[in-house]
Each structure stands twice: as structure tokens, then as C-alpha cells.
């Protein structure tokens, strides 16, 4: 069995697979445009709520070593701590958008790569009382078709 074969074996039996939009929409959830035109929206499915997660998750962490590393590259001997910092955090980025554009997700907490991203994003959104309902089926209220009248 080949393994593409293998990873839609696996979403399919989350009961989810994204479609080929969702798939680009978390992978524009990285950089910070996809993050706003995702918190817009009303109804998002789990795929783009696991990805949205980790997108803020990354994006507060980035934020939080980025500053602690201005600090520390004005010091003379320990400027090269924040490359050293810095560069595990872009290659993270480059498995969460991989991960992204594959549409692997996970609703098991175990097997997520780094936890901790989710957790934040998680918090975030907490903070900031950001309510969105997940929905797996979406229907747009303009394609609703009125039944004829007789």
C-alpha cells in the first residue's frame, strides 16, 4: 500500500477530508494574512480550526523569541542566539505548512508534532474571546435554493 494511500486512509477515518481550498486557505493561515481572513469567517471546519491553532501558537511564539532575541543580539558575546533560536522555528514553519498543503491534521492530542503551538493558539483565541463554530458541512446561505412555489 503506498503511503499517500495510507494518509487519506487516516483522515478519512477522522470523518474529514479538506477540500483543496481549505488545504490552500490553512496554508495562507502561516503567514498572518491567512490568520485574519480565517478569524472573519463564522464557521470554520476542524481542519482549518487545527491549523489556526498552530498558526497563532507559531506566530505568538515567533513574537515572544523575536523580541527576547533583539535583546540579546546587542549583547556581544551571545549574538548568535538568536539565529541559533530562530532558525528550529522556521523549519517548524516549513512542517506545519507541508503538513498544511497535504491536509494532515489530527484530533488526537498525542500525535501532534508540537503541542505547545496548539495550546497557545488555543489560549489566544480564549483570551481574545474569539467564537467560531465548527462546522464540517458549510452551507452558504446565498447558494440556498427556495423550493418552488405551487
Known amino acids: 500500500m503506498s503511503e499517500n494511500t495510507k494518509e487519506i486512509e487516516q483522515l478519512i477515518n477522522q470523518n474529514y477530508v479538506p477540500s483543496s481550498m481549505e488545504r490552500k486557505r490553512t496554508v495562507l493561515m502561516y503567514v498572518l494574512f491567512g490568520i485574519i481572513m480565517s478569524l ?14 498552530q498558526a497563532i501558537g507559531r506566530r505568538v511564539s515567533f513574537m515572544i523569541i523575536l523580541t527576547a532575541s533583539v535583546v540579546l543580539f546587542f549583547i556581544k558575546y551571545l549574538n548568535l542566539i538568536p539565529i541559533i533560536v530562530l532558525l528550529p522555528l522556521m523549519i517548524v514553519l516549513g512542517i506545519f505548512v507541508k503538513q498544511a498543503r497535504n491536509g494532515e491534521y489530527t484530533l488526537e492530542n498525542n500525535k501532534i508534532l508540537l503541542p505547545i503551538f496548539g495550546w497557545l493558539g488555543w489560549r489566544v483565541l480564549d483570551i481574545f474571546e474569539v467564537e467560531m463554530t465548527i462546522s464540517d458541512w458549510q452551507i452558504d446561505s446565498s447558494e440556498q435554493k427556495t423550493p418552488p412555489a405551487q
Open 40 to 53: 472573519s469567517k463564522k464557521y470554520v471546519s476542524t481542519y482549518e480550526k487545527f491549523h489556526l491553532k
